[in-house]
């Protein structure tokens, strides 16, 4: 099996700053693409950044230039980075991991998520 265990959030004021933490255990044969979604409440989850094995970023519109995803393959973890964050961030925010498994039929991808984590700006 494979666990994602997100820390990092909390509460911070407006214009603050936060670092979300994914790290990702259990029978893993590859990560490929690494990502963050939230979802506010009466909102549909959405994206919020993504990156391949080989670094490939991808934001969204609203977080680009604020929030950055970086990942160290060794430790199996991603990151986020926000900076100057406004009350419109409040989310749970969730990590997905595009993962490759050796089953008895050969390599398998699978999406795994996270339990989330809460991102709380305050006005």
């Known amino acids: 099996q494979v666990q994602l265990v997100e820390s990092g959030g909390g509460l911070v004021q407006a214009g603050g700053s936060l670092r979300l933490s994914c790290a990702a255990s259990?029978?893993?044969?590859?990560?490929?693409?690494l990502g963050w979604y939230r979802q506010s409440p009466g909102k549909q989850r959405e994206l919020v950044a993504t990156?391949?094995?080989?670094?490939?970023?991808n934001y969204a519109d609203s977080v680009k230039g604020r929030f950055t995803i970086s990942r160290d393959n060794a430790k199996n973890t991603v990151y986020l980075q926000m900076n100057s964050l406004n009350p419109e961030d409040t989310a749970v925010y969730y990590c997905n991991a595009r993962i490759t498994r050796i089953t008895s039929v050969g390599p398998r991808s699978y999406d795994y998520w996270g339990q989330g984590t809460q991102v709380t700006v305050s006005s």
């Open positions: 259990g029978s893993i044969f590859s990560i490929n693409v």
């Open positions: 990156i391949t094995s080989g670094g490939i970023t």
